[in-house]
């Protein structure tokens, strides 16, 4: 079992978070814990399904780390600006009734998703690898190969993040394992930028001291506005439970069903996000700016200081080719959109689960699915196994009341690898998240991405031979029983659009299963392509390189363009 390193959470704080979990709505949860409100809390990306996936996270989090499953759609275009402006068309999905939530195959999108998001790489100078001070936004000099030069401006990746709602509440999850529900019925959404404070090739990384209080891959984090203001610091230096409380009066909540346009450019101030939500005529926006408290840690590998530097955070890149990924990240992302599987499982039985406020007991140590009782359900059931941890009784949700655990499901047997995805069945499955690809250019005039990509990091996760050589990976994943996983999602596109008044007659992406109405599944799991052999920078090697194989990847022509047919 693992244990979790809290991040200077004091005593106090978890039993304010206790108080908390007990809460029934956001404004509720936000008045119990506002004694706690003004201590500093950072999310740990050792344990959190928030965070972007690394490509050798042994350096940095050592041998328990064990990686999440990122099934992501990546968007290419050489025209310039497409590295750093773009709007997509996004439905939210409706959910089945909370009426008997433990039907057998029952599932909800908490349980399939700990967050969908919309992503984009960033210039951070304190960042990996630290081998430059300069990072110049917006251009695609900042395209450097590993394999040439170590020398690669410092990268930071944003991820706009969508919550759905129902579970347990923010910030329940701040500390343990990621994202859950603002509100019973409503989304929400929130800026996570995500930096490594790493150098690999002197093989250093951020001293203890501050580590300890930040992380190595630390994040700033906000919640999008109806004012565009933070309600406390973003930068993990000095963050608080307040930073990671949604409040129901400034927050964007939005409603399951809502058509919204999603929007990332870059500002003066910052790269800033906005969700214009059509339905309801609300919006929210954040920038990642300074003067919103986002900054960077001041990368020290020797001493102890813990500084914050105000910064506003630009996109590193002009376009969004191939060549413009994140070195340190496992995936190859730029522009891209990506759901988190792989961490929810259903704990039942006799036994019950203790009440704690972030999945942890007074000693940090996360609470596990008890002994005697099972996790799956129907025909999955199975007894509790190791990665059933951070578990939270069905008393602590929100609405929809069931118990679960969020630990990394490193068996590939939880809810998301079963056939619970949405396929239609809205009795008990929920509809698919909907999304375009991403246009760039003005309003009047989009420009579409011309190339597109499938990809899903499972050869990361299987490690072993399929990750050192690409040989002997699996499309569909081997569970802890030596068995392929009962079902691993996949992308369809719906050619009419699906929403024709939103999409102008566009094409909408959905994820799930097979999804009726959809035009094309590009052959369900085979859409993930071959295992694709990326470099990066050796640990301690002096500017020496190496080769993983991290991902699936199939690049196409992009077969779902968005309202408008201009191809670049």
Not at 513 to 531: H, K
């Amino acid at each position: 079992m693992k244990v979790i390193r809290l991040v200077a959470i004091p005593a106090s704080l978890l039993v304010a978070g206790a108080t908390l979990a007990a809460a029934n709505s956001p404004q509720t949860a936000r008045t119990a814990n506002a004694a706690g409100a003004g201590q500093h809390a950072a999310i740990n990306c050792e344990y959190s399904a928030m965070c972007a996936e690394l490509a050798n996270p042994s350096d940095v989090f050592g041998s328990e780390y064990v990686g999440h499953d990122e099934p992501s759609a990546l968007f290419y275009s050489n025209v310039p600006g497409s590295g750093n402006h773009m709007t997509y068309s996004v439905t939210l999905p409706h959910d089945p009734s909370a009426a008997n939530p433990n039907t057998p195959g029952k599932s909800y999108q908490f349980q399939l998703n700990g967050a969908i998001w919309f992503g984009m790489a960033l210039c951070a100078t304190q960042s990996y690898p630290n081998t430059v001070s300069t990072c110049t936004p917006n251009s695609d000099s900042n395209i450097v190969d590993p394999a040439v030069s170590p020398n690669h401006p410092g990268t930071a990746f944003v991820e706009l993040q969508l919550y759905p709602p129902g579970w347990v509440p923010w910030p329940t999850w701040q500390v343990a394992v990621g994202a859950s529900a603002c509100d019973p019925t409503r989304w929400c959404a929130a800026m996570n930028i995500f930096s490594l404070a790493e150098n690999p090739v002197t093989g250093t990384t951020l001293n203890p001291t501050c580590a300890a209080r930040t992380g190595l891959e630390y994040v700033n984090f906000a919640f999008l506005s109806k004012n565009g203001k933070t309600e406390a610091p973003a930068n993990p230096v000095q963050s608080t439970t307040a930073s990671f409380t949604p409040d129901p009066q400034n927050d964007l909540f939005m409603n399951s069903g809502d058509n919204l346009k999603v929007s990332m450019r870059d500002t003066s101030n910052g790269l800033q996000a906005v969700i214009n939500d059509q339905t309801t005529g609300q919006s929210g926006s954040m920038t990642a700016s300074a003067a919103n408290g986002f900054g960077q840690v001041q990368y020290d590998p020797t001493g102890t200081s813990c500084v914050n530097i105000p910064y506003d955070f630009h996109p590193m890149y002009s376009t969004s080719s191939e060549q413009t990924r994140v070195i340190w990240a496992a995936h190859t992302y730029n522009v891209g959109f990506s759901d988190e599987i792989g961490h929810f499982e259903n704990c039942e039985g006799p036994n019950p689960i203790p009440a704690t406020p972030f999945g942890v007991d007074a000693n940090g140590n996360p609470i596990a699915c008890p002994a005697g009782n099972t996790e799956g359900f129907g025909d999955h059931v199975s007894p509790t196994d190791g990665d059933d941890n951070f578990c939270f009784p069905a008393s602590e949700a929100l609405r929809i009341h069931i118990n679960g655990c969020t630990d990394t499901n490193t068996g590939f047997d939880g809810l998301s690898y079963q056939p619970v995805w949405p396929d239609g069945n809205t009795l008990l499955h929920p509809q698919p998240f909907l999304f375009s690809s991403p246009v760039t250019g003005s309003p009047g005039d989009p420009v579409q991405y011309s190339r597109m990509a499938f990809e899903a990091n499972l050869p990361r996760l299987q490690g072993g031979q399929c990750r050192a050589t690409g040989v002997g990976c699996n499309l569909i994943p081997i569970t802890d029983k030596g068995t392929p996983a009962a079902f691993y999602p996949f992308f369809s596109a719906f050619q009419n659009g699906v929403q024709d008044e939103q999409t102008g007659g566009g094409c909408m992406w959905g994820f799930g299963n097979n999804l009726p109405g959809a035009t094309t599944n590009f052959g369900q799991n085979t859409q993930y392509g071959s295992p694709l052999s990326s470099t990066y920078l050796a640990f301690g090697g002096g500017g020496a390189t190496i080769q993983r194989f991290n991902n699936f990847r199939q690049i196409i022509p992009n077969p779902c363009p968005a309202g408008g047919d201009e191809q670049h």
